[in-house]
């Protein structure tokens, strides 16, 4: 809980007002499950208006929060970058946004095309299964008895 992390926090609940944005922090598993199963769409933003190159810290590196999402069925709406490449098919099980006029375009599109938003929800829970631990599993296995 660094102060920086304290100051960033109060400046989203600050933007957030007279929205219809709840803000949940440290909440139960179970309850974080519901949350995804009950989204439509989740954003995921690590990065924006950072320098890939100056500060690839602030990047998402692998995205465990997109592909939770991507399970429960909700449509990820990534920043296309880092990370996100790995686990977001562009078009595909998902959409990747540069611009915030990108983002705003990628989600109102979800909003009034059904058949869109239900064709690349299918597809994020099936390339979700992908990360799952059975699938990392199989894997490592498959490298193991390769190398006897």
Do not use: C
């Amino acid at each position: 809980d660094a102060p920086v992390d304290r100051d960033y926090f109060a400046q989203v609940q600050q933007a957030a007002r007279g929205y219809p944005i709840v803000i949940h922090t440290d909440v139960p598993l179970a309850t974080l499950q519901d949350l995804y199963g009950a989204a439509k769409i989740y954003w995921h933003a690590s990065g924006y208006g950072e320098d890939e190159q100056r500060d690839p810290i602030k990047f998402e590196h692998f995205g465990i929060t997109t592909v939770e999402a991507m399970a429960a069925g909700a449509v990820p709406v990534v920043i296309g970058k880092a990370g996100q490449l790995e686990v977001v098919e562009n078009a595909v099980s998902g959409l990747h946004w540069q611009t915030l006029d990108e983002l705003a375009a990628h989600t109102q599109r979800l909003i009034a095309d059904e058949t869109l938003w239900s064709r690349l929800s299918r597809n994020a829970i099936e390339r979700s299964r992908l990360f799952s631990r059975a699938a990392f599993d199989e894997r490592v296995h498959e490298l193991v008895d390769g190398l006897r």
